[in-house]
């Protein structure tokens, strides 16, 4: 099963950026699309398995971790952007 996640991940990893490039949509609907389907992928194995430790967070992890994910927002923000507005080539090697 470990290897069917990693061959998954390994795909969509190197696909991504060719189907961005050739998305019609804007980069921020592109990258807000991106993360939104990643949450709803994932939250529900966070919330089964991490509940209890996730509500004993102090405020400021909470708050380091709202600035992490604003910090990878930017980051898809600009990547897709670079996509759009360059090469494949040149923005995956510069992500």
Avoid: C, N, W
């Amino acid at each position: 099963m470990p290897y069917l996640a990693l061959l998954v991940g390994m795909f969509a990893i190197s696909t991504s950026a060719i189907l961005i490039r050739h998305s019609v949509s804007e980069p921020l609907v592109i990258g807000t699309y991106r993360q939104a389907f990643a949450t709803f992928i994932f939250l529900p194995f966070l919330i089964s398995d991490k509940a209890q430790e996730i509500r004993s967070q102090s405020y400021t992890t909470i708050m380091e971790m709202s600035l992490t994910g604003i910090l990878l927002g930017a980051h898809f923000s600009f990547f897709i952007t670079s996509v759009k507005e360059t090469s494949v080539a040149a923005s995956v090697l510069l992500a």
